[in-house]
């Protein structure tokens, strides 16, 4: 819409001189056609950015006075628009790692925590020093692991495992070369050296902290939504709350997610 003739509603929207559509200031962003103030959005973006775990939606809806159905949907819209496109490629020393989403064992000490449950498994990779990468997958195999790795790694770098055997065939087209730590034998960090896994499970600590402490249970269907959240935390963790809650409203720019999309179809899928 490239101008307007000089006619005005009441309601504030102004008619394009080119297509004669109707629109305003909020047209196009993910603000269009809301019917919240800006002031629900404002504090929304600052209380998702400035919160180390993230915000409820019955949290919002208290604080905001609104309906926990309007509060759920301002935060999908948020948490779409902080997807990353088009990333460039993690480089240097990468860890990676999976985490297994599905909350607390039932049975402390019998239930299974991680590989061969049902829980929805997470594939994260980390730069030392930089950001960090999540992928929803419906299983764990190398093909999988291999396209994921690859496509958010450059292939000079050095990777970091732990002794899954799938990751194997995977690190041999590193040239930095693949290291990994034995887990199976309560080793985390080889002696002398900088080979560990613990900065990508400590990206995995907030998840899990998250989750438990500030949303409780999140299905597989959003859990790509969530994801984006952390992710857009972490790689601005450097910054302040208010450099990260502008940056945050940046990066929705011109990704508008509809009622019906958020409900019927996830915006994602899982790999």
């Known amino acids: 819409m490239t101008g307007r003739d000089g ?99 039932r049975y402390p000490g019998i239930s299974k925590t991680g590989r061969g449950t049902q829980k929805t498994p997470v594939l994260g990779m980390v730069q030392r020093n930089g950001d960090v990468r999540f992928q929803v997958l419906e299983r764990v195999t190398a093909d999988r692991l291999r396209q994921f790795i690859a496509e958010n790694a450059d292939l000079t770098c050095r990777l970091i495992t732990d002794d899954f055997g799938l990751y194997k065939s995977v690190g041999r087209a590193f040239e930095g070369g693949h290291e990994t730590v034995r887990h199976g034998w309560k080793q985390y960090v080889k002696p002398g050296t900088d080979i560990h896994s613990n900065t990508v499970e400590g990206v995995f600590s907030l998840i899990q902290r998250g989750v438990m402490g500030t949303f409780h249970s999140v299905s597989r269907k959003h859990l790509a939504n969530y994801l984006n959240e952390f992710e857009f935390r972490w ?37």
């Open 235 to 271: 790689n601005t963790r450097k910054m302040d709350d208010g450099e990260r809650v502008q940056k945050a409203i940046k990066a929705v720019d011109g990704k508008r997610l509809e009622y019906r999309e958020s409900v019927d179809n996830p915006p994602y899928k899982a790999a």
């Open 7 to 105: 006619q005005r509603n009441k309601d504030y929207r102004w008619r394009c001189r080119d297509c004669k559509e109707m629109f305003t200031v909020r047209t196009g962003t993910i603000f269009e056609e809301t019917r919240l103030p800006l002031r629900v959005w404002v504090y929304a973006f600052w209380k998702a950015c400035s919160s180390k775990k993230g915000i409820s939606a019955l949290q919002l809806s208290r604080e905001m006075e609104i309906t926990h159905k309007s509060a759920l949907f301002v935060l999908r819209r948020i948490r779409h628009g902080l997807g990353i496109q088009n990333a460039p490629k993690l480089t240097g020393t990468v860890e990676v790692d999976e985490v297994y989403g599905g909350g607390r064992p």
